[in-house]
């Protein structure tokens, strides 16, 4: 069951000017080490970090919270599963709220999907309830 639903739309010129004002203070508030290093290695590396913010504000709507109740951005992030597939990493506030969420005798697994046609970047998150 669908237990959590969420999307986002970013500016990747926005997120450009925001690298570009900001740099590091920007991008060590936002982004885990891992987004940041994969971000890092992409030649237009601000449609990689538009994609990965667009994913962050999709995740904290499907958790139902938005950036309150204890969700901080880092709290999310974009990781790979080894098919190579986008899902979210949680922890801390984050985390806590996805096990809330999650109804007894269910596991959560996170959806993700993200685009970019330049100048968008945009993500899909969904969040099903597994029975165990």
């Given at each position: 069951m669908i237990i959590g639903l969420g999307s986002d739309l970013a500016d990747i010129r926005r997120?450009?000017?925001?690298?570009?004002?900001?740099?590091?203070?920007?991008?060590?508030?936002?982004?885990?080490?891992?987004?940041?290093?994969?971000?890092e290695?992409?030649?237009d590396k601000a449609a990689s970090y538009a994609k990965r913010f667009?994913?962050?504000?999709?995740?904290?709507k499907a958790?139902?919270?938005?950036?309150?109740?204890?969700?901080?951005?880092?709290?999310m992030g974009v990781a790979n599963m080894p098919s190579?597939?986008?899902?979210m990493a949680l922890t801390n506030g984050a985390l806590k709220r996805l096990q809330e969420i999650t109804p007894a005798g269910h596991r959560a697994?996170?959806?993700v999907t993200l685009t970019d046609d330049h100048?968008?970047?945009?993500?899909?998150?969904i969040i099903e309830a597994?029975?165990?």
């Open positions: 997120i450009e000017k925001t690298l570009e004002r900001f740099g590091e203070r920007f991008t060590n508030r936002i982004f885990t080490e891992t987004e940041q290093r994969r971000s290695r992409k030649p667009a994913a962050k504000e999709a995740c904290s958790l139902g919270t938005g950036f309150r109740r204890g969700v901080f951005w880092r709290d190579g597939a986008p899902t697994v996170v959806h100048p968008y970047a945009q993500a899909f998150v597994v029975p165990e």
